[in-house]
Each structure stands twice: as structure tokens, then as C-alpha cells.
């Protein structure tokens, strides 16, 4: 089984480089594996290139196969975790609100839910090395191919892949400022007036810091405006910490609409990037039922939770295309 999913994790991530991040190996180590599986079945299941690596005749043959192999393996896993009764541990990235606890508790009633708040990278480990079952986990989009495979509402099943990955939903990255500031009466602004904003004498943000997850982000919507970059008061390791400071300390701040917090006022921003929060999980932890079952209610919670913020779920309403994977949970659309 370590053989087979060595062999369909290369062949599914496309390179030596990105399986071993995958399967969290030492590339070198990744390699002489691949190679004494290789001597093992009587020949090469891989060309390489600079490109990545395509299977011989013989992968094609082999690779299928073993990626059933996988599949079904991991099958047999996740029933059995689900038998036993065990807990089901899900990390989530920036702040954990105990109502999403709650909420996932009651759609899984006979499995005990437990619930972790981490970064981004940290969850991913988390859940490769088996700490975790799953994550919900926030980044900025990559190049199309990147990250873990599979899509429970899409064609594949994680391509045998260790790790699969869904995602729940897009969200907008918008403008934090303190109640009543004049942007937030104007509405949605584009990427011109959020530059002038940005560069306004006596303009203060809060912004994150360097290494963290959302700090590119920031940096494409922000250091095109110049001086702003000088005028940060503070760098945050959260959008919460960042709504504190616009709320009590009168700052500017970017962030998601789930990370704003009450007595904050969202301006939209027109044609912004957009911040993905997708669920990962591990094949052999979760089952296909499972794995239904949590990706419906995150979307679900999603929702509920969109109503909350001002504006926040009118702005959804009237633009169900940027939200396709809420669309089980959307009303009929409104007039723009």
C-alpha cells in the first residue's frame, strides 16, 4: 500500500518535487523509492522532465490500478474510524466560532466532534501526518494543479491521493473601516478609489504579517498606492486582531467578510481578488458519507453566518456567479 500510493501521489501531483511535498518526504528519499518500486515491477513507470513526469506504457498500465488500490484502501479505513466511534478532530484557520462546532456536532450526532483553531500550514501538516482528519483552510489562489487533489463535488475522488480537497466557497477580500467612516456610506469602491484611499495623508492601516497567509494579498491591492506601505500602525496574525484595531483604534484594514466582527463597517470592493476556503481531509479518516456530510454543513454554516454581517448577504444575493458552491443554499437571485 506505501508503494502504491507513492506511485499515484507522483502521478496524480505531476513531479518527484510535488509528490514529496505531498507525502512530506525529502525529495531525494521520494526518488530512491520510486526507483527500488521501479526495479520491483521490471521497469520504468515514469519519463521524466523539466516539466514534471508523464507515465511509460507501463505506468499506464500499472497506475490505474493502483490507484483503486488506494481508493479502496482508504475506503476500508475510514469505515473503520467510523466504527469505532472515534473522535473527529477539524482545524480551522484564523479564529474557530463555537456555533461552527456546534453546527458540525449536530450533523454528525453519533461521532464526537473536536475542533482546533491553527494556520494554514500547520493545518495541512496537521491533517498529512494524521493529528487531524480535516481542515478548513484559508488561501489566496494558486496556480490551477496546485495543493492537494480531489473534489467531492467535482469528477475524482482524490485521485488516490493522500490528501482530498474541496472547496467551500470564494470569498471577496473587502475593506475594513470604523463605523461611520465615509467610504462605508459611499458603498462598493473599485481598485482606483481604494488606491486613493490608500494614499490619503494621515491614512493608518493594520496590515498582517510578512509570513502569513493573507500578506500577498495585501501586498497586490495595497503597494501599488505607494506611501500607504509606511503608514502601517501595526502587522496582525489574524483578521480578528485586525477588526480590533479598526474598531477601537479608528485604523484601515483589508479582510474577509467572515473575518469581520460586529461594530465594523465593510465597504465592498469592486473586482477584487477573491481568498479561497476549501476543506482538506485525509482519505483514510473520513468517509465519502462523512466527507458529504461536513462539506454541506460548512457551506450551510457559511451562509448562516453571511446573514450576520451587514450588507454581507445581500451582496451574495445579488451576485450568486462569484458563489456557485452556496448555490444549494442561496434564495432565488435578486435584481442587481
Known amino acids: 500500500m506505501r508503494h502504491a500510493r507513492i506511485v499515484v501521489t507522483i502521478s496524480t501531483t505531476g513531479s518527484i518535487s510535488a509528490g514529496a511535498q505531498e507525502l512530506g518526504l525529502p525529495q531525494p528519499s521520494l526518488t530512491a523509492q520510486l526507483r527500488r518500486i521501479e526495479r520491483a515491477v521490471g521497469g520504468d513507470l515514469f519519463v521524466r522532465s523539466r516539466s514534471g513526469v508523464s507515465p511509460t506504457e507501463l505506468g499506464s498500465r500499472l497506475v490505474p490500478r493502483l490507484a483503486d488500490l488506494v481508493r479502496r484502501a482508504d475506503e476500508v479505513m475510514a469505515e473503520a474510524v467510523a466504527a469505532t466511534g472515534g473522535p473527529l478532530c477539524l482545524g480551522s484557520t484564523e479564529w474557530t466560532p463555537p456555533t461552527l462546532r456546534e453546527a458540525l456536532q449536530a450533523a454528525l450526532p453519533d461521532t464526537a466532534v473536536q475542533t482546533r483553531t491553527l494556520d494554514p500550514a500547520a493545518a495541512l501538516h496537521a491533517v498529512r501526518h494524521g493529528t487531524l482528519a480535516a481542515a478548513l483552510v484559508s488561501r489566496a489562489p494558486g496556480p490551477p494543479g496546485d495543493g492537494a487533489r480531489g473534489d467531492v463535488d467535482g469528477d475524482g475522488d482524490g485521485g488516490g491521493s493522500a490528501l482530498g480537497r474541496t472547496l467551500i466557497v470564494r470569498e471577496p477580500v473587502w475593506l ?3 463605523p461611520g467612516h465615509p467610504l462605508a456610506a459611499d458603498g462598493p469602491v473599485d481598485a482606483a478609489g481604494l488606491a486613493r ?5 494621515g491614512a493608518a492601516w493594520v496590515r498582517s504579517a510578512p509570513d502569513h497567509w493573507f ?3 495585501e501586498r497586490r491591492l495595497l503597494d501599488g498606492s505607494g506611501p500607504a506601505a509606511g503608514r502601517v500602525l501595526h502587522h496582525v496574525n ?8 479598526v474598531r477601537d483604534h479608528g485604523v484601515a484594514a483589508l479582510t474577509t467578510p467572515s473575518g469581520a466582527l460586529p461594530g465594523v463597517d465593510l465597504v465592498p470592493v469592486a473586482g477584487t481578488e477573491r481568498v479561497e476556503l476549501a476543506l482538506v ?10 466527507l458529504r456530510t461536513l462539506v454541506d454543513t460548512l457551506r450551510a454554516y457559511y451562509c448562516a453566518y453571511a446573514r450576520t454581517r451587514p450588507g ?3 451582496w451574495i444575493r445579488r451576485h450568486p456567479a462569484d458563489f456557485r458552491e452556496l448555490r444549494r443554499h442561496l434564495p432565488e437571485p435578486v435584481d442587481a
Not at 281 to 290: L, N
Open 312 to 314: 454581507y448577504w445581500e
Open 197 to 201: 484611499f490608500a494614499g490619503r495623508p
Open 281 to 290: 481531509w485525509r482519505a483514510s479518516a473520513v468517509s465519502r458519507e462523512t
Open 215 to 217: 500578506a500577498p494579498v
Open 238 to 245: 489574524s483578521h480578528q486582531e485586525a477588526m480590533h484595531w
Open 176 to 178: 475594513a473601516v470604523p
